[in-house]
């Protein structure tokens, strides 16, 4: 780590930085801890989130059949909201996901079959 002063509309700070090898280190450490926390191992169809965003509202629950083109969820990305459908008829197994949760793309929202 290496201290430096900066000057700020006339105000002078200390900043403390760390240099690239150390960032990318935290970084790929972290990153690892995330991954596996949210990537979780899901047998079986899945209905995955198309992009990342957070769960407004889940319209499933288990034991429901959804037929094909049916709003399953709705997922907020980039201020907009998302009807996430079914591709096909399913029977609704679990719902991996809850109201509020932030979901990464790819990431399994309901488990069918």
Do not use: C, F, R
């Not at 809850?98 to 990431?107: A, I, L, R, T």
Request: hydrophobic share 30%.
């Amino acid at each position: 780590m290496k201290l430096y002063k900066v000057k700020v509309n006339g105000k002078i700070y200390e900043v403390e930085l760390k240099s690239v090898e150390e960032s990318n280190q935290t970084m790929h450490s972290e990153s690892k801890t995330k991954q596996s926390n949210t990537n979780k191992s899901v047998t079986g169809k899945t209905i995955k989130s198309p992009m990342q965003g957070d769960i407004q509202k889940i319209l499933v629950k288990p034991g429901q059949t959804v037929k094909k083109g049916e709003s399953v969820l709705i997922l907020e990305a980039m201020k907009m909201e998302n009807d996430i459908t079914a591709e096909n008829d399913y029977l609704v197994i679990d719902v991996l996901v809850k109201e509020g949760d932030s979901v990464d793309n790819d990431q399994p929202l309901l488990k069918v079959e």
